[in-house]
C-alpha cells in the first residue's frame, strides 16, 4: 500500500475535514457526503482520514470485525454462538467500493474454491463484511451502477447485509459510515441514496492564491518523499488521532441541553424536512462536535455549525433550485439561532 | 456549430506550423520527462502522418512503445476479473489483469478517446489518480500498481470531446491537425536530454515567486483546479530542465501557457482582473465570513497587478493567436459533449444480475456464476461419474448454466429547441426560459434525460446532448444569449438529427420547440422572411414524417398564425404560451414522455 497524503497535511477544506471528523466520532451520523468541482482534494481528503483512525477492539479472525462487548445480536453468527471471544486490536476499516465492482464481491457470495475442493457450501464475505464497523468509500459515487446503489440502499439503511443466492442463506451486521464524493456535472445522485448521507457538503478549491501555492508546495513536497513528509506531519496525526479517539469515548455522554433540542426541531419544522431523521442527526452532529472541542455539553454554535451540512440535501426538492437549497437554510439558520 | 467538414483543417502558416511542430515536440519531450506526473496528454489531431510521425517520436523518447487501447475497452478487460481457464485448472478464482495494470510504467494511447462512454472513464480517471486498479469482481478483490501516462487521440470534430473528466487528468495538450507535413522536422532533443532531465527532476525546486506567479495565471485563465496547478509546476520544472533556464524565464514560461493552461483556460486573462470569479456568485457559503472576503479582495487587488505583470510579458502577436486558439478549444470544452456517452451506454442495458439460460441462444455466459452453481456438485457428480476415463477437470452440466442479464431500460431523451433570436428574446426569453426550468424539473422526476438546443443568427447549436444533469441543463440556460434572426429551417433539421441519434441509442425522443414562428433565414443562410418560411415548413414535415411526438410552444406576445401553421407542418401539439400556464404546460409534456 502506498503512503497516503496526511490528514492534517490537507490545506484549507476546513468543512470537509470537520465533517468526517464528525462522522468518525458518532458513525450513527449516517456518513458524508462530498460534491464538488474536479481538483479539489476530495478523494485526497477521504483517503488521508484512514490513517487517523483510532483503533477499536474486535473479535479475532472475524471477518466481519464484531465487537466483543456488543449484545448478542449486534453479532455475525459464528460470534453468537461462540462461548468465548478473542480480542484483538484492529484499525477502523476503510474499505474502498470501486467502480466496476460486481454484486458478488460488494454482497459476498459462495466461494468457488472451497466448494468445488471440499464441496462445501461456505460464504465468501464481500465488501460489506469488511467495511463493518468503519467506512465505505465510493469514489464517483454518483457514477455507481444502479444495481450496486440498490444493494447498499437496503444494506446501509438496516445495518443489516442479507445474502440469499447460490442456496446461501446468511446474513451478517454491517453498519458502516458511508462516504460518496463525486463532480454534480457528471450526473445526480438518486434521492433515495442521497438521503442515506448524514452530512453533505459541497467543496470548492480555495481561490485565493497563497493558498494554492501552499497546497502546490505540500504536494510538492509529498510526492518527492512521501515517507519523510509524513514523518513531519506524525505529531498532528497524532493529536488529532487522539482528540477523535477521547470524543468517541465521551459522545456518548455529553449533554443535548432542552434549548439546543428545540432549537433543532424548529428548524427542522421551518426548512419541512421530511421525518426525523434530519432532527436526529442535526442533535447528534452537535453533539459529536461538541465532543471533539471537548465540551460536555452541545450549544447553539454547534448547531449552528452543523446545520447547513445536515439539512441541506434534506429539503423538498425542488431540483431546479440547486443553489437555493444552501440559501434557504441559512435563511433558516438565520431566522431560528441568530 | 455550422455544419462545416470539420476534418479538413485549413493549415496554418509555414512558420507558425513550424512552431506549432516545435511545442508538439516539445510536448513529446515533456510527457516522456515527466511520465505518470503529468498525467498524459491530449492530442487533437485528425489521424494521419502528423500523428503518426508524433506518436513515433514519444516512442523513441520513451523507449518503450507506447500500448494502444481502444476506447471501448470494457470494464472487465480495463479492471481485469477472473482468468477462466486457469481458475478451472486450479479450481479457485484466479485474477487476470486488465489493461490497466497491464499498463503499468508505460504510455498508453488511447484511441478515439472522444468517444470514452462515460462508464469506462471513471476507470481510467481513477487509475490516473492512485497509480493502482483496485478491483472487487467475480469473487476477487485486489490492488494493482498501474501507473500509466495517457495519450488521449482526440479525433473530435466540432462539440464532440474527451469526458472532462479524463481532461482534467491530463496535464498537457496539443493540437496537430493544422501542422503541414513538410513542417516536421528531425527532433530537437534526443534519448539523452529525456534521461538527464528525469534524473534532475526530483532534485528541481520551484522558487516561491514563481509558484505564487504559476497560481496567478492559472487563476487569471479561470483555472481553479489544485490538480492543474500541480501539473503546471511540475511541467514547468520539466521545461526549466530541458532549456536550462529558469522557470521565470520566457523560454518556460510561454511554452507552459501554450501547452498547459490555454488549452483549458476558462477565460482569458484580462488587464483588469475581474474584482470577483464569475463562480462566486452562486456561492453563498462565502457571505458568512465577512472578513475573509475582504481579504481575499485584498489579495485579488495585489495579484491583479502580477496578472499584469505575466501578460506584459507575451508579445503581442503570439497573444494573439493563443486568443484565436483558446477560443476555439474554449468552445469545444463548454461542450464537452460524448456522443458516445449515450450511443453505447443505452445500448448494453445495465446489468441486473444473472439467470438461468442457455448458451446456444447467443447470451453471454457468466462464468464465475456458473462457477459458482456447479462447485457444490463437484464431489457428487466425481463420485457418480462411471466412465473409464475419469475427469479431472470440472463437471458442469447444462443446468449449472448462467447467462448475463440484461435491462434495456426505455429511456426518453426530450429535445429541447429554443428560439434565441431578436425576435423571441426582445419578447419572451426570460418567459420561455422559465417555462423550459420548470419543464426541466418535470423531465427531472421522470429520469427523462434532456438535451438543449438553441437557433439564432444562421445557426443551429446543440448546447447541450442529452444529459440527465440538471445542474448542467440549468446552467446551460442561463447563460443563453439572445438576438439575430431566426433560423427555423436549421433548427427543425438540427432536432431531427438529433432525435434520430437518440432513436438510434434504443432511446425514445420527443421535442419542445419554444418559438414564435417567425422563421426568417433560409436554410442557405440568407436572410428572407419568404425562404425561411418555406424552408422551414419543408423541414418540419421531414421532422413529422418521423413521427416524433413533439409540442410547439407558442413564445409570441400573441398567437402567431405562423407558430400555427408550423405546428400543424410538423404534426405537433400547439400550445401558445400565454394560455401555457406551468401546470397545463406539464400535463402536455407528459402526455408526450408517456408515449
Not at chain 1, 462487548?69 to 459464528?78: D, V
Not at chain 1, 454462538?81 to 486490536?89: G, I, P, V, W
Not at chain 1, 437549497?325 to 435563511?331: Q, S
Given at each position: 500500500?502506498?503512503?497516503?497524503y496526511?490528514?492534517?497535511?490537507?490545506?484549507?477544506q476546513?468543512?470537509?475535514?470537520?465533517a468526517?471528523?464528525?462522522?468518525?466520532v458518532?458513525?450513527?451520523?449516517?456518513?458524508?457526503?462530498?460534491f464538488?468541482?474536479r481538483?479539489?482534494?476530495?478523494?485526497?481528503?477521504?483517503?488521508?482520514?484512514?490513517?487517523?483512525?483510532?483503533?477499536?477492539?474486535?473479535?479475532?479472525?472475524?471477518?466481519?470485525?464484531?465487537?466483543p462487548?456488543?449484545?448478542?445480536?449486534?453479532?455475525?453468527?459464528?460470534?453468537?454462538?461462540?462461548?468465548?471471544?478473542?480480542?484483538?486490536?484492529?484499525?477502523?476499516?476503510?474499505?474502498d467500493?470501486?467502480?466496476?465492482?460486481?454484486?458478488?464481491?460488494?454482497?459476498?457470495?459462495l466461494?468457488?474454491?472451497k466448494?468445488?475442493?471440499?464441496?462445501e457450501?461456505?460464504?465468501?464475505?464481500?465488501?460489506?463484511?469488511?467495511?463493518?464497523?468503519?467506512?465505505?468509500?465510493?469514489d464517483?459515487v454518483?457514477?455507481?451502477e444502479?444495481?450496486?446503489?440498490?444493494?447498499?440502499?437496503?444494506?446501509?439503511?438496516?445495518?443489516?447485509?442479507?445474502?440469499?443466492?447460490?442456496?446461501?442463506?446468511?446474513?451478517?451486521?454491517?453498519?458502516?459510515?458511508?462516504?460518496?464524493?463525486?463532480?454534480?456535472?457528471?450526473?445526480?445522485?438518486?434521492?433515495?441514496?442521497?438521503?442515506?448521507?448524514?452530512?453533505?457538503?459541497?467543496?470548492?478549491?480555495?481561490?485565493?492564491?497563497?493558498?494554492?501555492v501552499?497546497?502546490?508546495?505540500?504536494?510538492d513536497?509529498?510526492?518527492?518523499?512521501?515517507?519523510?513528509?509524513?514523518?513531519?506531519?506524525?505529531?498532528?496525526?497524532?493529536?488529532?488521532?487522539?482528540?477523535?479517539?477521547?470524543?468517541?469515548?465521551?459522545?456518548?455522554?455529553v449533554?443535548?441541553?432542552?434549548?439546543?433540542?428545540?432549537?433543532?426541531?424548529?428548524?427542522?419544522?421551518?426548512?419541512?424536512?421530511?421525518?426525523?431523521?434530519?432532527?436526529?442527526t442535526?442533535?447528534r452532529?452537535?453533539?459529536?462536535?461538541?465532543?471533539?472541542e471537548?465540551?460536555?455539553?452541545?450549544?447553539l454554535?454547534?448547531?449552528?455549525?452543523?446545520?447547513?451540512?445536515?439539512?441541506?440535501?434534506?429539503?423538498?426538492?425542488?431540483?431546479m433550485?440547486?443553489?437555493s437549497?444552501?440559501?434557504?437554510?441559512?435563511?433558516a439558520?438565520?431566522?431560528?439561532?441568530? | 456549430?455550422?455544419?462545416?467538414?470539420?476534418?479538413?483543417?485549413?493549415?496554418?502558416p509555414?512558420?507558425?506550423?513550424?512552431?506549432?511542430?516545435?511545442?508538439?515536440?516539445?510536448?513529446a519531450?515533456?510527457?516522456?520527462?515527466?511520465?505518470?506526473?503529468?498525467?498524459g496528454?491530449?492530442?487533437?489531431?485528425?489521424?494521419?502522418?502528423?500523428r503518426?510521425?508524433?506518436?513515433?517520436?514519444?516512442?523513441?523518447?520513451t523507449?518503450?512503445p507506447?500500448?494502444?487501447?481502444?476506447?471501448?475497452?470494457?470494464?472487465?478487460?480495463l479492471?481485469?476479473?477472473?482468468?477462466?481457464?486457469?481458475?478451472?485448472?486450479?479450481?479457485?478464482?484466479?485474477?487476470?489483469?486488465?489493461?490497466?495494470?497491464?499498463?503499468?510504467?508505460?504510455?498508453?494511447?488511447?484511441?478515439?478517446?472522444?468517444?470514452?462512454?462515460?462508464?469506462?472513464?471513471?476507470?481510467?480517471?481513477?487509475?490516473?489518480?492512485?497509480?493502482e486498479?483496485?478491483?472487487?469482481?467475480?469473487?476477487?478483490?485486489?490492488?494493482?500498481p498501474?501507473?500509466?501516462?495517457?495519450?488521449?487521440?482526440?479525433?473530435?470534430?466540432?462539440?464532440?470531446?474527451?469526458?472532462?473528466?479524463?481532461i482534467?487528468?491530463?496535464?498537457?495538450?496539443?493540437?496537430?491537425?493544422?501542422?503541414?507535413?513538410r513542417?516536421?522536422?528531425?527532433?530537437?532533443?534526443?534519448?539523452?536530454?529525456?534521461?538527464s532531465?528525469?534524473?534532475?527532476l526530483?532534485?528541481?525546486?520551484?522558487?516561491?515567486?514563481?509558484?505564487?506567479?504559476?497560481?496567478?495565471?492559472?487563476?487569471s485563465m479561470?483555472i481553479?483546479?489544485?490538480?492543474?496547478?500541480?501539473?503546471?509546476?511540475?511541467?514547468?520544472?520539466?521545461?526549466?530542465?530541458?532549456?536550462?533556464?529558469?522557470?521565470?524565464?520566457?523560454?518556460v514560461?510561454?511554452?507552459?501557457?501554450?501547452?498547459?493552461?490555454l488549452?483549458?483556460?476558462?477565460?482569458l486573462?484580462?488587464?483588469?482582473?475581474?474584482?470577483q470569479?464569475?463562480?462566486?456568485?452562486?456561492?453563498?457559503?462565502?457571505?458568512?465570513?465577512?472578513?475573509?472576503q475582504?481579504?481575499?479582495?485584498?489579495?485579488?487587488?495585489?495579484?491583479e497587478?502580477?496578472?499584469?505583470?505575466?501578460?506584459?510579458?507575451?508579445?503581442?502577436?503570439?497573444?494573439?493567436?493563443?486568443?484565436?486558439?483558446?477560443?476555439?478549444?474554449?468552445?469545444?470544452?463548454?461542450?464537452?459533449?460524448?456522443?458516445?456517452?449515450?450511443?453505447?451506454?443505452?445500448?448494453?442495458?445495465?446489468?441486473?444480475?444473472?439467470?438461468?439460460?442457455?448458451?446456444?441462444?447467443?447470451?453471454?455466459?457468466?462464468i464465475?456464476?456458473?462457477?459458482?452453481?456447479?462447485?457444490?456438485?463437484?464431489?457428487?457428480?466425481?463420485?457418480?461419474?462411471?466412465?473409464?476415463?475419469?475427469?479431472?477437470?470440472?463437471?458442469?452440466?447444462?443446468?449449472?448454466?448462467?447467462?448475463?442479464?440484461?435491462?434495456?431500460?426505455?429511456?426518453?431523451?426530450?429535445?429541447?429547441?429554443?428560439?434565441?433570436?431578436?425576435s423571441?428574446?426582445?419578447?419572451?426569453?426570460?418567459?420561455?426560459?422559465?417555462?423550459?426550468e420548470?419543464?426541466?424539473?418535470d423531465?427531472?422526476?421522470?429520469?427523462?434525460?434532456?438535451?438543449?438546443?438553441?437557433?439564432?443568427?444562421?445557426?443551429?447549436?446543440?448546447?447541450?446532448?442529452?444529459?440527465?444533469?440538471?445542474?448542467?441543463?440549468?446552467?446551460?440556460?442561463?447563460?443563453l444569449?439572445?438576438g439575430?434572426?431566426?433560423p427555423?429551417a436549421?433548427?427543425l433539421?438540427?432536432?431531427?438529427?438529433?432525435?434520430?441519434?437518440?432513436?438510434?441509442?434504443?432511446?425514445?425522443?420527443?421535442?419542445?420547440?419554444?418559438?414564435?414562428g417567425?422563421?426568417?433565414?433560409?436554410?442557405?443562410?440568407?436572410k428572407?422572411?419568404?425562404?425561411?418560411?418555406?424552408?422551414?415548413?419543408?423541414?418540419?414535415?421531414?421532422l413529422?414524417?418521423?413521427?416524433?411526438?413533439?409540442?410547439?410552444?407558442?413564445?409570441?406576445?400573441?398567437?402567431?398564425?405562423?407558430?400555427?401553421?408550423?405546428?400543424?407542418?410538423?404534426?405537433?401539439?400547439?400550445?401558445?404560451?400565454?394560455?401555457?400556464?406551468?401546470?397545463?404546460?406539464?400535463?402536455?409534456?407528459?402526455?408526450?414522455?408517456?408515449?
Open positions: 500500500m502506498t503512503v497516503a496526511p490528514f492534517t497535511a490537507i490545506v484549507g476546513d468543512d470537509m475535514k470537520l468526517l471528523s464528525i462522522a468518525a458518532d458513525p450513527s451520523i449516517g456518513g458524508v457526503l462530498v464538488g468541482e481538483g479539489t482534494g476530495k478523494s485526497t481528503t477521504i483517503r488521508a482520514l484512514a490513517q487517523l483512525l483510532p483503533k477499536i477492539d474486535a473479535v479475532k479472525d472475524c471477518p466481519y470485525n464484531c465487537n462487548e456488543a449484545p448478542k445480536q449486534g453479532l455475525c453468527s459464528r460470534c453468537q454462538s461462540a462461548d468465548a471471544l478473542k480480542t484483538r486490536k484492529i484499525a477502523i476499516p476503510v474499505v467500493l470501486p467502480l466496476g465492482a460486481t454484486e458478488d464481491r460488494v454482497l459476498g457470495a466461494d468457488i474454491e466448494a468445488i475442493h471440499n464441496g457450501k461456505a460464504f465468501q464475505p464481500g465488501l460489506l463484511a469488511a467495511a463493518n464497523r468503519g467506512f465505505l468509500y465510493i464517483e454518483n457514477l455507481l444502479d444495481h450496486i446503489v440498490d444493494a447498499l440502499l437496503d444494506v446501509a439503511a438496516s445495518g443489516v447485509n442479507v445474502v440469499e443466492r447460490e442456496g446461501l442463506s446468511v446474513r451478517h451486521p454491517a453498519r458502516f459510515v458511508l462516504v460518496g464524493s463525486g463532480n454534480p456535472e457528471e450526473g445526480e445522485l438518486r434521492p433515495q441514496l442521497l438521503d442515506r448521507f448524514g452530512l453533505s457538503l459541497d467543496v470548492r478549491t480555495p481561490r485565493d492564491i497563497p493558498t494554492r501552499e497546497i502546490i508546495k505540500l504536494r513536497a509529498f510526492d518527492h518523499d512521501p515517507e519523510g513528509f509524513s514523518k513531519r506531519f506524525a505529531r498532528k496525526e497524532g493529536a488529532l488521532r487522539r482528540k477523535i479517539d477521547a470524543a468517541r469515548e465521551v459522545v456518548e455522554s449533554d443535548v441541553p432542552s434549548n439546543v433540542l428545540e432549537k433543532a426541531a424548529e428548524l427542522c419544522l421551518q426548512l419541512g424536512t421530511d421525518g426525523l431523521r434530519g432532527e436526529l442535526l442533535i452532529s452537535a453533539r459529536a462536535l461538541a465532543a471533539l471537548g465540551k460536555d455539553a452541545a450549544t454554535q454547534h448547531l449552528k455549525y452543523v446545520a447547513l451540512f445536515v439539512l441541506r440535501h434534506r429539503l423538498r426538492r425542488d431540483p433550485d440547486e443553489s437549497a444552501d440559501a434557504r437554510v441559512e435563511r439558520i438565520e431566522a431560528a439561532l441568530a | 456549430m455550422p455544419a462545416s467538414n470539420a476534418l479538413s483543417k485549413p493549415l496554418l509555414e512558420a507558425e506550423a513550424a512552431n506549432a511542430w516545435h511545442d508538439a515536440e516539445l510536448a519531450a515533456l510527457v516522456a520527462v515527466l511520465r505518470h506526473k503529468a498525467g496528454i491530449r492530442v487533437c489531431a485528425q489521424p494521419g502522418p502528423v503518426d510521425y508524433w506518436l513515433a517520436l514519444l516512442d523513441s523518447f523507449e518503450t507506447a500500448r494502444r487501447v481502444p476506447s471501448n475497452t470494457p470494464t472487465e478487460r479492471l481485469g476479473g477472473m482468468d477462466i481457464t486457469e481458475s478451472m485448472r486450479h479450481g479457485k478464482p484466479v485474477l487476470a489483469q486488465g489493461v490497466l495494470a497491464e499498463c503499468h510504467q508505460r504510455v498508453v494511447a488511447l484511441s478515439m478517446a472522444e468517444r470514452l462512454p462515460k462508464e469506462f472513464t471513471g476507470h481510467w480517471c481513477a487509475a490516473l489518480d492512485t497509480g486498479v483496485h478491483i472487487a469482481r467475480d469473487g476477487i478483490s485486489h490492488t494493482s498501474a501507473s500509466i501516462t495517457v495519450i488521449a487521440l482526440d479525433e473530435g470534430i466540432d462539440e464532440e470531446s474527451p469526458p472532462a473528466g479524463l482534467e487528468r491530463l496535464g498537457l495538450s496539443i493540437a496537430l491537425d493544422e501542422i503541414s507535413i513542417c516536421v522536422d528531425d527532433s530537437r532533443y534526443a534519448r539523452s536530454d529525456i534521461v532531465a528525469q534524473s534532475r526530483s532534485h528541481t525546486s520551484v522558487p516561491d515567486e514563481d509558484l505564487t506567479r504559476l497560481a496567478e495565471l492559472a487563476a479561470g481553479h483546479s489544485s490538480r492543474t496547478l500541480k501539473f503546471t509546476v511540475d511541467i514547468a520544472k520539466a521545461l526549466s530542465l530541458l532549456s536550462g533556464k529558469p522557470v521565470s524565464d520566457e523560454a514560461m510561454h511554452p507552459l501557457i501554450r501547452l498547459v493552461l488549452p483549458i483556460a476558462q477565460q486573462p484580462t488587464p483588469q482582473a475581474e474584482p470569479p464569475p463562480e462566486q456568485s452562486d456561492d453563498n457559503r462565502e457571505d458568512i465570513d465577512v472578513p475573509e475582504q481579504t481575499q479582495q485584498k489579495e485579488e487587488q495585489d495579484h497587478d502580477l496578472v499584469q505583470a505575466a501578460m506584459a510579458e507575451l508579445p503581442e502577436d503570439l497573444l494573439a493567436i493563443l486568443l484565436k486558439r483558446a477560443e476555439k478549444s474554449r468552445q469545444r470544452q463548454s461542450k464537452s459533449g460524448n456522443a458516445g456517452e449515450f450511443a453505447q451506454d443505452k445500448q448494453r442495458g445495465r446489468p441486473v444480475g444473472v439467470r438461468r439460460g442457455d448458451v446456444k441462444r447467443g447470451h453471454r455466459i457468466d464465475p456464476a456458473t462457477l459458482r452453481c456447479a462447485a457444490p456438485f463437484q464431489t457428487a457428480r466425481a463420485m457418480w461419474d462411471t466412465s473409464d476415463k475419469k475427469k479431472t477437470s470440472l463437471y458442469i452440466e447444462p443446468s449449472d448454466i448462467r447467462v448475463k442479464r440484461f435491462e434495456q431500460r426505455k429511456s426518453s431523451v426530450m429535445i429541447f429547441a429554443v428560439d434565441a433570436s431578436g423571441s428574446a426582445h419578447q419572451r426569453m426570460s418567459e420561455a426560459k422559465g417555462a423550459i420548470l419543464l426541466l424539473a423531465c427531472y422526476s421522470h429520469r427523462t434525460e434532456v438535451a438543449l438546443i438553441a437557433f439564432k443568427g444562421d445557426t443551429a447549436e446543440i448546447l447541450l446532448p442529452p444529459t440527465r444533469s440538471l445542474v448542467r441543463a440549468k446552467r446551460t440556460l442561463a447563460q444569449p439572445g439575430g434572426g431566426t427555423m436549421a433548427a433539421q438540427a432536432t431531427h438529427e438529433l432525435a434520430r441519434s437518440v432513436s438510434a441509442t434504443g432511446a425514445t425522443p420527443s421535442y419542445v420547440l419554444l418559438t414564435d417567425a422563421a426568417n433565414v433560409a436554410r442557405d443562410g440568407t428572407s422572411r419568404a425562404a425561411g418560411t418555406e424552408d422551414a415548413l419543408s423541414a418540419a414535415k421531414l413529422a414524417n418521423t413521427k416524433i411526438k413533439g409540442v410547439l410552444v407558442d413564445t409570441a406576445v400573441r398567437p402567431s398564425p405562423r407558430a400555427r401553421e408550423l405546428s400543424t407542418a410538423l404534426d405537433a401539439t400547439y400550445l401558445p404560451l400565454p394560455n401555457a400556464s406551468a401546470h397545463s404546460l406539464n400535463t402536455s409534456i407528459r402526455t408526450l414522455s408517456v408515449g
